[in-house]
Nanobody
Framework: QVQLVESGGGLVQAGGSLSLSCAASGRTFSSRAMGWFRQAPGKEREFVASISNGGRNTYYSASAKGRFTISRNNAKNTVNLQMNGLKPEDTAVYYC?????????????????WGQGTQVTVSS
């Protein structure tokens, strides 16, 4: 069983930055691809970024590309999302997710483990 706990959300003005972190339990973290998703009120959960088990491959949504950076530290069982140039439309609950496989994916259904989420609010 894998448990994921996000931290780092908060309120920021447009153009600002936030860094989200996700701490994972268990000894199999380095074998799992990880991802970040978000869900705004009244909308479906959507892909933000993902990273392969070793960190070599990363993928981003069109809205995240160029502004957000996903990274991981397998020695510390953590995955991070650095968000720069935040916009009001980035406001959402952000979720950390883990797969049972090594390859990064962008679909919600590909992920087995989910954190509780952390709120990110960007004011205009």
């Amino acid at each position: 069983q894998v448990q994921l706990v996000e931290s780092g959300g908060g309120l920021v003005q447009a153009g600002g930055s936030l860094s989200l972190s996700c701490a994972a339990s268990g000894r199999t973290f380095s074998s799992r691809a990880m991802g970040w998703f978000r869900q705004a009120p009244g909308k479906e959960r959507e892909f933000v970024a993902s990273i392969s088990n070793g960190g070599r491959n990363t993928y981003y949504s069109a809205s995240a590309k160029g502004r957000f950076t996903i990274s991981r530290n397998n020695a510390k069982n953590t995955v991070n999302l650095q968000m720069n140039g935040l916009k009001p439309e980035d406001t959402a609950v952000y979720y950390c997710a883990g797969r049972d496989s090594a390859g990064a994916r962008s679909e919600v259904k590909e992920y087995t483990y989910w954190g509780q989420g952390t709120q990110v609010t960007v004011s205009s």
